[in-house]
């Protein structure tokens, strides 16, 4: 044998022990789901996808220092969480963390808003780029159009510390939550394989917010909330059947404790792509780590011979009527999207419109305010 030969046994040899160790760790996986648990070391293994999930209740911020001392609870966390569990990837912390949520908080969080980037994101950026780490953190984002009001948004700050992807909340929490809606979904390209998407809380309430995302790539879908009782039974509903029906990771962080508003129940988890739970959290503030697996869902969506709803969406029956099915869209909520049923097609009913007017008041008092001030 040449040492050419001995050197391409041995590459062949090494390619062979690297595809044996990823079978092995996909193999580890599995049984333990069939199992009913999933046992991570404090490190993740080279091809796992490591998430901490935080979940907590912040300060309810009444002024620019309160917005610090979140985000100095949240720089806390980053130093547990990169000090317990060497080698995570993203932490990702619930929806309003930064700004909390008191007495009159949307008037608060209009006077609080900022800009993408801006302060906050700038005070993030650091503390990533500080741990090698990505974050997935929340921001009242200041409207452009001075005659629109806020959004209710989520950053994913990237391990260099630069904005990787902003999102704003699609489907705001109708009539309490006066924001502007989102237009768009956008996906990043983020560790480990992963293309990561952002939801908020009651955008997962809706099947359209999650598959939008999932047809842009995203393989892991975040869902920052404050999802509060007397609805935490919808909770594990909406997290399992949107990571089934899209085939991707879900990673939904909750809040705990109370506010002047409502009370939490925690339960922060991560569901696989075939709507298993693999982690979920108590009722108590605290922090958890979960290894996710990009690659396993891509091989999902590609070589699965049944089971595969992203492909058959777009190739009903390909069975019956080979080789690639009908691939027209028959769904006429989607093709005749102006022509809504009359009993939808109104405004909102007074009973509505009086909860409604509590957070558009609290918005003007607070931009009279904030004009008064300049």
């Known amino acids: ?55 907590f209740s912040p300060d309810s911020a ?83 159009d001075p005659n629109k009001k806020a959004y209710n948004a989520m950053v994913i700050i990237d391990s260099e510390g630069r904005v990787a992807l902003k999102y704003r909340k699609m489907m705001p929490w109708c009539p309490k939550e006066p924001w502007t809606p989102g237009e768009t979904m956008e996906v990043c390209e ?12 009651s955008d997962f309430d809706y099947p359209e917010v999650s598959r939008e995302a999932a047809w842009k790539g995203a393989n892991v879908i975040l869902r920052p909330s404050k999802y509060m009782y007397p609805w935490d039974h919808i909770w594990n509903i909406t997290n399992q059947a949107r990571a089934f029906e899209n085939q991707a ?22 569901v696989d792509f075939d709507g298993n739970i693999i982690c979920e959290m108590g009722d108590t503030e605290g922090m958890t780590k979960v290894d996710l697996y990009p690659m396993l869902a891509e091989a999902a969506r590609d070589d699965r011979a049944s089971n595969n709803y992203l492909y058959q969406l777009k190739h009903r029956g390909y069975t019956g009527v080979p080789p690639h099915g009908l691939t027209d869209n028959p769904f006429t909520v989607y093709s005749d999207w102006d022509a809504i ?34």
């Open 1 to 55: 044998m040449t040492g050419s030969d001995t050197l391409t046994s041995s590459n062949q040899f090494g390619s062979r022990q690297a595809l044996l160790h990823v079978l092995t760790c996909i193999c580890q996986y599995v049984t333990s789901l069939q199992e009913g648990i999933t046992m991570p070391a404090i490190n993740p293994t080279p091809h796992a996808m490591s998430v901490v999930m935080v979940q």
């Open 62 to 144: 009444n002024d620019a220092e309160g917005v610090k001392r979140n985000i100095q609870t949240i720089s806390d966390y980053v130093d547990r969480a990169c000090s317990g569990f060497p080698g995570v990837d993203l932490i990702v912390f619930p929806e309003y963390s930064t700004h909390g949520f008191g007495f009159d908080p949307y008037g608060t969080h209009l006077q609080l808003a900022t800009t993408i980037p801006g302060p906050e994101t700038e005070a993030f950026g650091k503390i990533a780029r500080e741990k090698g780490v990505w974050l997935c953190v929340s921001i009242v984002e200041r409207a452009e």
């Open 190 to 201: 983020g560790p480990k394989g992963s293309v990561i998407a952002i939801t908020l809380c």
């Open 249 to 270: 990771y879900v990673v939904a962080v909750n809040h705990t404790g109370q506010d002047n508003s409502y009370s939490y129940f925690g339960r922060s988890m991560a």
């Open 341 to 374: 049923p009359e009993r939808w097609n109104r405004g909102p009913s007074e009973e509505e419109e009086k909860v409604s007017a509590v957070g558009r008041g609290s918005l003007a008092r607070a931009a009279a305010k904030l004009d008064a001030a300049e």
